[in-house]
């Protein structure tokens, strides 16, 4: 009797010892519903650390703090001095009769202002939860994002640079070409398909993403863009002008946010917000909590050399 208590406490620890591993390496995927020969009790305890560590913040749902109400961001991007023109043409090797021949152009400035750009929260979120979720995002959970939302491309180019999305959302991918293409999608629900012309095919993602990932296509490999699938919906790509809006953000709590673009590295560097010079870690900085009803405007202005040094 001994030594099976031995065996079993030895099978606990491997268990417990994989989650937490896998905790380590930042892996987010969620945990199966068994696992045979653990202690139900101590692998509950990892598991839902897990599950909330998947879901972009490390609070469980006890720890999650409750909103007051609902507030406004708006604002504009825009870039300090100017991106130096170091993009290379691209050889169209393919269709030639239908495909754009031009350079890839990864930072777009227009007067200014920085197109492409992704603001997302980073922090806890309570799906369903009427003072987390607004009615006006309930209402669009679990619609299909067609006709003027979709994923499309033409002339062998994707018409975003960076796509934003939810979880419960589906996704349509456009071909609005007269020429094949092939979806690659690299994020944790990956897919390879192919899309005929003229035709579309959808994407259901079924976990959140930490950061975007890679969309290509194997026929015409100079195009790529990237996409994002995130619970929460506070989360904005910016228009050609540098400008953004996200509505019905949480208030009176914490609002972690994390700055992405395509160029820029992940690591740490510095924005100035609203004339006031912050330092971001990992791509993330921290809002103080919004007031209800209140509209903030934020004026994110990067320096060109950032641009230009990751070039």
Not at 32 to 58: H, K
Not at 236 to 252: H, K, L, R
Request: glycine residues 8%; contains cysteine; proline residues 5%.
């Amino acid at each position: 009797m001994k030594s099976m208590t031995m065996i079993r406490t030895a099978k606990n620890a491997t268990v417990l010892s994989l989650l937490l591993l896998a905790l380590a390496v930042g892996c987010t995927r969620s945990v199966p519903d068994r696992i045979s020969g653990g202690s139900t009790a101590d692998i509950t305890v990892v598991a839902d650390a897990f599950v909330a560590d998947a879901a972009g913040g490390a609070a469980t749902a006890a720890q999650i703090p409750e909103p007051t109400g609902f507030g406004t961001i708006t604002g504009k991007i825009t870039v300090k001095g100017s991106v130096e023109d170091k993009f290379t043409a691209y050889n169209v090797t393919k269709d030639a009769n239908v495909c754009f021949q031009g350079k890839d152009i990864k930072v777009v400035v227009n007067n200014g202002g920085l197109q492409w750009g992704l603001l997302y929260y980073d922090g806890p979120f309570a799906s369903g939860d009427d003072k987390w979720e607004h009615v006006e995002y309930k209402e669009a959970a679990g619609k299909n994002l067609d006709g003027d939302l979709a994923f499309d491309q033409k002339a062998c180019i994707f018409l975003s640079r960076i796509y934003a999305m939810r979880t419960n959302q589906v996704l349509e991918i456009k071909n609005s070409d007269t020429v094949g293409h092939n979806a690659n999608l690299a994020g944790l629900t990956s897919m390879n398909q192919q899309i005929g012309p003229n035709a579309s095919i959808t994407y259901k993602p079924a976990y959140q993403e930490s950061k975007p990932f890679t969309v290509d296509c194997k026929a015409h490999p100079w195009m790529s863009s990237y996409i994002i699938v995130r619970d929460a919906p506070f989360f904005a790509v910016t228009g050609e002008d540098g400008s953004f809006q996200i509505s019905n953000v949480p208030a009176g709590v914490p609002l972690p946010f994390k700055f992405w673009h395509e160029v820029l590295p992940s690591g740490a560097f510095e924005i100035t917000i609203n004339g006031t010079g912050v330092k971001l870690s990992r791509s993330k900085f921290n809002l103080d909590p919004l007031e209800p009803g209140e509209q903030r405007e934020l004026n994110i202005e990067i320096d060109a050399s950032l641009f230009n040094n990751a070039l």
